[in-house]
């Protein structure tokens, strides 16, 4: 199964927690204004990759977790799941997926939910410039919502994923010499 890739970039710390190996497709039909990745839009524009060949990329790199990104990844959902099983039989990696649709539209496509539910973190929603956010962290607006996907399909309910980089250290105690 070929999948249209753009690029895979290793050891990158924007796409999730800690280093990653990011895997970024092409095609996207949101067109949200001002994307970071307009150059996705267009399917054609990617390389028909073999996923073989990716995840064997992917395993390679023992230190870094896997993002999907694009374009949207769920526009090509059947190569993209075909994919993250791989991973998740094979490794103990973590597998984070950026797209456009909600999670409420991925719950009305079984195509959709197919890749779904081999994901551990799914950001979700378009990305909207009236909403744009620089200090939110791993999205761009504050629409988009980062969502624990096993949690949310154990419980039936929407878990956001609870995630706090910033550890509060205790004050300190006055030293005087």
């Known amino acids: 199964m070929k999948l249209m890739l753009m690029d895979i970039m290793d050891y990158t710390t924007s796409d999730g927690p800690g280093f990653r190996t990011s895997v970024y497709c092409s095609g996207c039909n949101h ?4 994307c970071q990745n307009p150059q996705t839009w267009n399917i ?3 390389k028909p990759t073999e996923v073989k060949e990716i995840f064997e990329h992917i395993a390679a790199n023992d230190l870094a977790n896997v993002t999907f990104s694009g374009g949207d990844p769920f526009y090509q959902p059947k190569a993209f799941s075909e994919l993250a099983r791989m ?3 094979n490794t103990d990696k973590d597998i984070w997926c950026y797209t456009g649709f ?3 539209e991925i719950f ?3 195509n959709l939910m197919e890749l779904f539910r081999w994901v551990d973190v799914l950001v979700d929603g378009r990305f909207e410039e ?3 956010d620089p200090d939110l962290l791993f999205r761009g607006s504050s629409n988009q919502r980062l969502i624990d996907v096993k949690k949310t399909l154990k419980t039936g309910k929407i878990v956001l994923y609870d995630y706090e980089p910033f550890v ?5 105690e006055e030293v005087f010499i």
Not at 168 to 172: A, I, W
């Open 108 to 110: 009305k496509d079984e």
């Open 87 to 89: 991973i998740k039989f």
């Open 31 to 34: 067109a949200c204004k001002n």
């Open 130 to 132: 009236d909403k744009k």
């Open 44 to 46: 054609l524009n990617g």
């Open 168 to 172: 509060e250290l205790p004050e300190e």
């Open 102 to 104: 909600t999670i409420e």
